[in-house]
């Protein structure tokens, strides 16, 4: 199945406050093979709200092997995609081993509140990867924290590629904290790789994360206003010698 989502969630255009989609709970689900884990999508000016991804019993749910998905001219992967959300919480998600054009372990877009935290991000391999992506405008309230994002690399160096832990292109109040990113990009002289990229938004706090082995630049700041980075550790090489 080429065009394939593990888990599909839409709102129609003509959605209301009682038929739109909000408080499900999606949880300890284990989901390989398709294109897209879950993909929650809104068509309507109502958001849907209270929406989870996460574990029951302290068991994590798991995505793994995506594989990539045709779609125009592009072929992408993606272990979470969702947009037009409010209130959604994304957490214990063991997103492993997606190869695709385009890579992403979170992908959010559209409007309003996410927290996704605690989940783990691995494997990824591309010409566009990133571990979380947000891509959000208006009044929004974004928390990434307590995630592990690691082994994100571009599959060769014959093009140039962009490989990121965390890209933050718009949002109004964003917080990336407690973090732990590392082996991001793989030595290609064709590849810009980041820990965590701000190109946009504002009021992003970035405050101890923990970043290390980084190709190109730990911590990136090129947009944004009011940003605060503070108390992060970040080492271009392979980081501190824990044994």
């Given at each position: 199945?080429?065009?394939?989502?593990?888990?599909?969630?839409?709102?129609?255009?003509?959605?209301?406050?009682?038929t739109r989609n909000k408080a499900n709970q999606f949880l300890s689900n284990n989901i390989s093979n398709v294109a897209v884990g879950y993909s929650f999508g809104n068509m309507s000016s109502v958001l849907d709200s209270g929406n989870v991804i996460g574990s029951l019993n302290g068991v994590k749910g798991s995505i793994r092997n995506l594989i990539q998905e045709p779609r125009y001219s592009?072929?992408?992967?993606?272990?979470?995609?969702?947009?037009?959300?409010?209130?959604?919480?994304?957490?214990?998600?063991?997103?492993?081993?997606?190869?695709?054009?385009?890579?992403?372990?979170?992908?959010?877009?559209?409007?309003?509140?996410?927290?996704i935290h605690?989940?783990?991000?691995k494997k990824l391999y591309g010409y566009s990867v990133c571990g979380i992506a947000s891509n959000i405008n208006n009044v929004s309230s974004l928390d990434f924290y307590?995630?592990?994002?690691?082994?994100l690399n571009s599959v060769d160096d014959l093009y140039h590629s962009v490989v990121y832990g965390?890209?933050?292109?718009?949002g109004e109040i964003t917080a990336i904290y407690n973090n732990r990113i590392y082996d991001i990009g793989n030595g290609s002289r064709n590849t810009t790789s980041c820990g965590i990229r701000?190109?946009?938004?504002?009021?992003?706090?970035?405050?101890?994360?923990?970043?290390?082995?980084?190709?190109?630049?730990?911590?990136?700041?090129?947009?944004g206003r009011a940003?605060?980075?503070?108390?992060?550790?970040?080492?271009?090489?392979?980081?501190?010698?824990?044994?």
């Open positions: 199945n080429e065009h394939s989502n593990g888990i599909y969630s839409v709102s129609g255009p003509h959605s209301t406050e009682n592009d072929t992408y992967s993606i272990g979470i995609n969702a947009s037009g959300q409010y209130d959604m919480h994304i957490y214990d998600q063991i997103i492993d081993s997606l190869t695709a054009l385009h890579s992403y372990g979170i992908n959010i877009s559209g409007r309003y509140r996410y927290s605690s989940n783990e991000i307590d995630n592990s994002i690691h082994t965390v890209y933050i292109l718009d701000i190109a946009g938004g504002r009021n992003n706090n970035v405050l101890n994360n923990f970043i290390y082995d980084i190709d190109y630049r730990g911590i990136s700041v090129e947009g940003d605060s980075i503070f108390h992060n550790t970040v080492y271009m090489g392979s980081g501190p010698d824990t044994s």
